[in-house]
């Protein structure tokens, strides 16, 4: 296999690049290779080696813990959690919540295989118990495995003594954080309401 089949196979592994974006890609990159294969390339190694997860929430950052943790002006009381790291990036896209989040890395699937073992959740029950935290706002995908999660959640964080609240419905059914146009989202955050314990 050639260099450039390597580079295209490599692409093409992207999400929302097939063989024929991939092709096209690679094609762009090759032909501009100071401008624009030599940066990405730097960039690359550099992702590579300095981002790490936060050991606190779960996001991606080159500081540990991350800049939205180590924060002082983010509110310590609100903890939005989220299946995925894309989710903690559309929302501070919107710019509508100031508080901290908690990245579960996933969402419940019998299907898949992904068990409450296999996702965060244990480390937001502690973060729940903390003094300072009196809300904790569940912003997974309404999606079955979103809810599933969700309910979850709710049971597991029974004698924690926060207020539990989810997104407003303006988030569509089926819909996922990382695909809502920012004003969606922000509505959303600023209609949360508290949900019922013991489902």
Known sequence: MSDIDRLIQSLAKLPGLGPRSA????????ERRESVL???IAALSAAAEGV?????CGNLDSTDPCSICADPRRDPTILCVVEDVADVWALERANAFRGRYHVLGGA????DGVGPEDLNIAGL??????PAVAEVVLATSLTVDGQ???HYIIDRLEGCE???SALAHGIPLG?????????????????RRPLPRGL
Do not use: H, N
């Open 125 to 130: 029950v502690g973060r729940a118990r903390a």
């Open 162 to 164: 926060v207020t539990v």
């Open 52 to 56: 790490r997860t936060c050991s606190t």
């Open 175 to 191: 819909g996922e954080l990382d695909y809502m146009d920012d004003g969606t989202l922000s509505a959303a955050l600023k209609a």
């Open 108 to 111: 419940l699937s019998a299907l």
């Open 148 to 150: 599933t999660t969700a």
């Open 23 to 30: 092709r096209r890609a690679a094609l762009y990159m090759l």
């Open 38 to 40: 030599a940066p990405l």
